[in-house]
């Protein structure tokens, strides 16, 4: 089975700086997706960003970056400029490619963002 | 947007009845809905995955008794908790999507409460 970890329950960060938040995976597939989720306090889940362990691309998204080291079976998330909606906790998961799995998702335990100003 | 709803957003129900949450996505056809548990401060646990039309697949440890998931159409998903316990309070999410590799959409949540 799938496993992720994420190691650090709570970060900070001041207004207009950047933060990674780490994310790390046990799986023993090729073909997989990533994905980093926000649930802010109104408990909504919200997809940050996703990356195809096929790509040797990182992806991006406005503000929000990721390194991908598949090897390393690393994913973490950069949050550059941080803004004070970007407050929230912060869910890694990984998601197989074997369509037995029916595709769901497996999240990590998550990281509390506080943003200072 | 796709967009999930799930109703009700908070629901307070005495020890032994049984409660009813909907999931409907209301701009696609959800072939597959997944419902899952968050408690306090933790992340989110899959209990169930739900094809329309179909019988439920509960993951390990998941009562199928006691959450009975019915995916009686293509926009909707019911996840029933069966003579509610306190132990049974938590946040309870839905997520949908369409084909297999369509994007995951996830309702609002329900709080439980059973007193």
């Known amino acids: 089975a799938q496993t992720v970890t994420q190691s650090q329950p709570e970060m900070s960060v001041q207004e207009a700086e950047t933060v990674t938040l780490s994310c790390t995976y046990d799986?023993?597939?090729?073909?997989?997706?990533l994905f980093w989720y926000k649930q802010p306090p109104s408990r909504q889940m919200i997809l940050v960003i996703r990356q195809e362990a096929y790509k040797q691309q990182n992806a991006t998204e406005n503000r929000f970056s990721v390194n991908f080291q598949k090897a390393a079976k690393s994913f973490s998330l950069k949050i550059s400029d941080s803004q004070l909606g970007d407050a929230a906790m912060y869910f890694c998961?990984?998601?197989?490619?074997?369509?037995?799995?029916?595709?769901?998702?497996?999240f990590g335990t998550g990281t509390r963002l506080q943003v200072t100003l | 947007g796709a967009v999930v709803s799930q109703h009700p957003s908070r629901v307070i129900c005495k020890s032994g009845t049984s409660v009813k949450i909907e999931c409907r996505s209301l701009d696609f056809q959800a072939t597959t809905m997944f419902w899952y548990r968050q408690f306090p401060k933790q992340s989110l646990m899959l209990m169930a995955t739900?094809?329309?039309?179909?019988?439920?697949?509960?993951e390990q440890g998941v009562e199928k008794d006691k959450f009975l998931i019915n995916h009686a159409s293509l926009t909707l998903s019911t996840l029933t908790v069966t003579s509610a316990h306190p132990e049974d309070s938590s946040f309870y999410i839905c997520s949908a999507r369409g084909g297999y590799n369509s994007p995951l959409h996830f309702g609002n949540g329900t709080r439980l409460t059973v007193t």
């Open positions: 739900s094809n329309e039309g179909s019988k439920a697949t509960y």
């Open positions: 799986t023993s597939e090729s073909d997989y997706y």
């Open positions: 998961a990984y998601r197989s490619e074997n369509t037995g799995t029916a595709s769901k998702l497996t």
